[in-house]
């Protein structure tokens, strides 16, 4: 049997990586999605929350979360440390030090991105490993929140798009007598004005964590900035 954390050395570290077996990784974080979806539907909270310590310390949640974060298109960006997870050696080191109780969240790397009405968005980029954390926490998050969220609403949805969001207003104004009108709204600093009390309130997550992600800073020209309210728009959790 191959150990994750002691490599046999006559096998290399990336020849490891390669033979895991994705799909029976994949299978053991959905069986224990479905328990927090069927739990959370029952409305047994301490059951569900339950599940997702489970999940999060689950070596399949932790190689999916280093593999989803390695693999997207940020897997390039450092952050305030300019470490990547760019070899296997860093995979495994990883993967020793997810979820630990020790952990403690770096600051976020601010840059700024165009916007189409020539203003600049900031954005929040989170350490490597933070995002790992990170996306690891979200594989428990995602069956709460499909569960109760509201069957109308398309944005940051997974298998969810703008089409359907699109195919969801025909729908609603094709038939005789549906609504002669269309209202768009825009929040305006939305992400940058959420309350961190009601995230702290209403987030079923690992309460630690969360505070850190909220309250972690960012720099900016080596400069420190305590971030007080709103959430990061860069890491893999969003509001």
Same mark, same amino acid.
């Given at each position: ?6 490599? @046999?050395?006559?096998?290399?570290? %990336?020849?490891?990586? @390669? ?86 969240? %770096? ?34 998050? @995602? ?42 709204? @825009? ?53």
């Amino acid at each position: 049997m191959i150990s994750f954390y002691d490599v @046999d050395g006559r096998m290399g570290l %990336k020849n490891v990586w @390669d033979l895991l077996d994705w799909g029976k990784h994949i299978q053991i974080v959905s069986r224990i999605q479905a328990r927090i979806v069927k739990a959370v539907k029952n409305g047994l909270k301490q059951t569900a929350r339950g599940l997702q310590r489970l999940l999060s310390n689950s070596l399949a949640a932790k190689l999916i979360a280093i593999k989803r974060v390695i693999s997207n298109s940020g897997k390039r960006t450092p952050g305030v440390d300019n470490i990547l997870i760019d070899t296997p050696r860093k995979r495994w080191e990883t993967l020793k030090n997810l979820n630990l109780p020790e952990y403690k969240a %770096k600051p976020l790397k601010r840059i700024y991105i165009p916007k189409k009405n020539g203003k600049k968005r900031p954005l929040g980029i989170p350490a490597m490993h933070d995002r790992v954390e990170q996306a690891l926490d979200l594989l428990g998050l @995602d069956p709460v929140s499909e569960s109760t969220a509201d069957p109308h609403s398309y944005g940051f949805r997974k298998v969810r798009s703008a089409q359907d969001a699109m195919g969801a207003i025909y729908n609603a104004l094709r038939r005789k007598g549906s609504a002669d009108w269309i209202l768009e709204a @825009d929040i305006k600093g939305c992400f940058d004005h959420i309350g961190h009390r009601w995230l702290d309130e209403n987030i079923p997550m690992n309460k630690k964590k969360l505070q850190q992600w909220l309250k972690c800073g960012y720099l900016e020209k080596r400069t420190f900035n305590q971030t007080n309210e709103g959430t990061p728009q860069g890491g893999l959790c969003k509001a």
